[in-house]
């Protein structure tokens, strides 16, 4: 009966209202769908237009632009060096002038002679050509560095190692291969030639996946967003024989799964040429420390951030100009965040920030404790008096590395930045410690004479 007079009782208009609601959610549904089923004829479109057939492992990166040329021109982008933000750009500059801290602390290996921030993807085989690190080898078996160095910089690489064998490739000199290693980093890399599917070339990644018990194939399109950025951008060595390229994961991908896992070998890369602790020089930890954040946590890939999508016309594709996400902000953060650019900015800023007070703290401070363990070492201290501070030294210069290797950690992951600094402050504080004692117990109780090294 109440239903009936309620019934009865409705305005015309309400009526008319609902209809009209319903009409445009209709017509706005119809409008998604239709742009949906336009894009996905797009993508058909680019894919059965091909002008030419790729097959197998094609490392000039030029073919590719045939088919796909607004990847193509956007990927050519990444010459470019004009961009800068507060802490860094894409342009070379050189760190150990900047922080002559890093040269004591690198003392004995190689990065104390040659360490700049890194230009984009198409200056990889030139930058590696050019830095001091891989010396000047005038002949194919000449040079400090094996060929295993190449890994990371061209598609010319897995094209090799499918030719002469994944050990082989690597048990080389490094100028061994510089006569095949042309092409800078590029579509191969990533892309199955065929399909464009996003694919790993790099068997260092597929071994890590291997050693934690799982399989990169079992990985989703968006996973794979960021595992194909991961065959390079993470934490490796090479082992002592064969020169194997190798990622620490057997206990995980944490900072303190590597490290036991190379404790447990008995691994480190260099004996510190001033304090003589055994060094683990880490790389560039990326995908580690991105793992930990909010955003991977979210879900959210590399190339979502680093690699947008554009549109032009009516294609809608990802942008292969692989740069920080503050030169385009309107196309990555504020896709998601409805802050201003500004705003967005500082808020990255304010983390780099607190992040670079901690840094600049640990490298004084553990610059400090190798100087002042060769001083102990000529005052006659013994390897079982030093043998604890050697250690705190190790661990302290492994977390220093782990966090500032790092391309963004303090924005990625700025929690576990920030604690793994505080850590290396920790041992670092700790390390000078013992060494005080150790020299009290060789008659020496003053201030340990340090060099000036500001220049």
Known sequence: MNRNRNHKGMKPWVGWLLFFVTMGVVFLLGMLAASITQRRAEIASVMNNRKIEITGIESRNEIFAENYPREYET????????????????SMVDVLEERPEMVILW?????????????????????IRHTLRTGSPMGPDEGPQPATCWTCKSPD????????????????????????????????????????????????????????????????????????????????????????LTFPWHNGTTMEGAEQYYDEIGFADYTHALSKAPIIKAQHPDYEIYSTGI?????????????PYVS???????????????????????????????????????????ADQIRNLVEKELATAHLEAQFAWEKGATEAQMKEALQLIRQSQWRWDYAVASHGGSFHSPVEFQRILSLSLDRAHKARFEIAKVLALNGFTGNVPLPDIST
């Not at 068997?203 to 050693?211: D, N, R, Y």
């Not at 955003?295 to 690699?307: E, K, L, P, T, Y």
Request: with cysteine.
């Open 107 to 127: 003392a004995g290996y190689a990065f104390s002679k040659d360490y700049s921030t890194p230009r984009g993807h198409m200056h990889a085989i030139e930058d």
């Open 157 to 244: 690489v897995p094209r090799l190692m499918d030719s002469v064998g994944i050990a082989e490739f690597y048990n080389k000199p490094w100028s061994h291969w510089g006569h095949e290693i042309v092409n800078p980093i590029g579509c191969a890399d990533c892309h199955e030639a065929e399909t464009m599917n996003l694919r790993v070339s790099r068997p260092a990644l597929i071994e890590g996946f291997e050693a934690m018990g799982k399989n990169v194939q079992d990985a989703t399109h968006q996973e794979m967003r960021t595992l194909a950025c991961a065959q390079c951008h993470v934490e490796y060595y090479f082992t002592p024989e064969g020169k194997y």
């Open 312 to 354: 032009e016309g009516g294609i809608k594709y990802s942008s292969h100009h692989k740069r920080s996400p503050l030169a385009s902000m309107n196309n990555t953060c504020q896709v998601c965040h409805r802050e201003t650019e500004e705003d967005l900015r500082n808020n990255v800023y304010e983390r780099q920030r607190s």
């Open 295 to 307: 955003h991977a946590q979210r879900g959210v890939s590399c190339a979502d951030c680093h690699m």
């Open 75 to 90: 990927w050519t982008q990444t010459a470019d060096t004009t961009f800068q933000s507060e802490f860094n750009g894409s």
